[in-house]
C-alpha cells in the first residue's frame, strides 16, 4: 500500500505564493508520473500539473507561468510552487502519485486566496 502526505496550503492574498508538498510512502518500487489536482466549489476537478519520472511537466493553461511541479525522486515527494496566486486559484488541492497500474491520492490540502 502507499501513502501520501500533503502539506502547505493556507490562506493567502492574491499575488501571493504557497509551496505545496506531498511525500509518498509504503511498498513502492518506482514511482511514475506524479501529479496536482484541485476541486474548487461547486466544481469538477481538475488537473493543475503533472511532472513524469523524467522530470517532463505538464501545466493547466491557467497556471502556466505561475506554477511550477518538482520532484525529488529519492524523497519520493512532489512539489507545487504556486506564485502569483489568483482568487481563482481557490480550492482543495490533491496530489496523485502513479505506481506501476495503481493511481493513488493525497488527502487534499486547502488553498484559499483572498481578493
Known amino acids: 500500500q502507499v501513502q501520501l502526505v500533503e502539506s502547505g496550503g493556507g490562506l493567502v492574498q492574491a499575488g501571493g505564493s504557497l509551496r505545496l508538498s506531498c511525500a509518498a510512502s509504503g511498498r513502492i518500487f518506482a514511482i511514475g508520473t506524479m501529479g496536482w489536482y484541485r476541486q474548487a466549489p461547486g466544481k469538477q476537478r481538475e488537473l493543475v500539473a503533472t511532472?513524469?519520472?523524467?522530470?517532463?511537466?505538464n501545466y493547466a493553461d491557467s497556471v502556466k507561468g505561475r506554477f511550477t511541479a518538482s520532484r525529488d525522486n529519492a524523497e519520493r515527494t512532489v512539489y507545487l510552487q504556486m506564485n502569483s496566486l489568483k482568487p481563482d486559484d481557490t480550492g482543495v488541492y490533491y496530489c496523485?502519485?502513479?505506481?506501476?497500474?495503481?493511481?493513488?491520492w493525497g488527502q487534499g490540502t486547502q488553498v484559499t486566496v483572498s481578493s
Open positions: 511532472i513524469t519520472s523524467g522530470g517532463s511537466t
Open positions: 496523485n502519485v502513479n505506481v506501476w497500474t495503481n493511481s493513488y
